[in-house]
């Protein structure tokens, strides 16, 4: 019987082990690798913590829609998407890579059919605002950039050339 119990204990022990290997942790990259400079992203979409939800931006299917490439380490430039068209873009930013706070200054885009509700207006109000950074190395490198004091995050996957 005592053997049958310390067999069942230890399944147990293993199961548990396993179980909680599953659960995905954020894994910052070590600070001497986080530099954004000569990096590609692409908009995965906007994730609201607290909701526990993911908003696509349209066009989803689009692969050159909301991509960002940190060019140095003050500037960044990029590819939005406004009534079928691609728009290049591009802006200064501040960074601390110490603390993770990044701040997008000077955008540089154009105004022409911007929509007030469109997803494409979402996307620039939102980079305004950000406030911080993580770059995610789980399964692809993820660059998750917040605002809203980290209630809410871009989430990006790094892109080859």
Not at 1 to 21: D, E, N, P, Q, R
Not at 39 to 46: A, E
Not at 83 to 99: G, K
Not at 127 to 135: A, G, V
Request: net charge negative; proline share 2%.
């Amino acid at each position: 019987m005592k053997k049958k119990i310390l067999i069942f204990t230890a399944f147990l022990l293993f199961l548990a082990g396993g179980f909680s290997a599953c659960k995905e942790e954020i894994r910052e990259e070590p600070k001497d690798t986080l530099s954004l400079v000569n990096t590609k992203w692409k908009l995965i979409g906007i994730v609201d913590v607290q909701a526990d939800s993911l908003r696509n931006l349209e066009p989803k299917e689009c692969t050159q829609c909301y991509t960002l490439a940190f060019d140095t380490d003050s500037t960044f430039s990029g590819q939005s998407f406004m009534n079928r068209t691609l728009f290049p873009f591009c802006c200064r930013y501040n960074i601390d890579y110490t603390t993770g706070s990044l701040r997008f200054t000077d955008i540089c885009r154009t105004e022409v059919g911007v929509q007030g509700e469109s997803d494409e207006e979402l996307y620039w109000q939102t980079l305004r605002k950000i406030q911080s950074f993580i770059i995610n190395n789980i399964h692809t490198r993820e660059l998750y950039l917040y605002y809203d004091d980290g209630k809410k995050y871009l989430k990006c996957n790094e892109i080859g050339d």
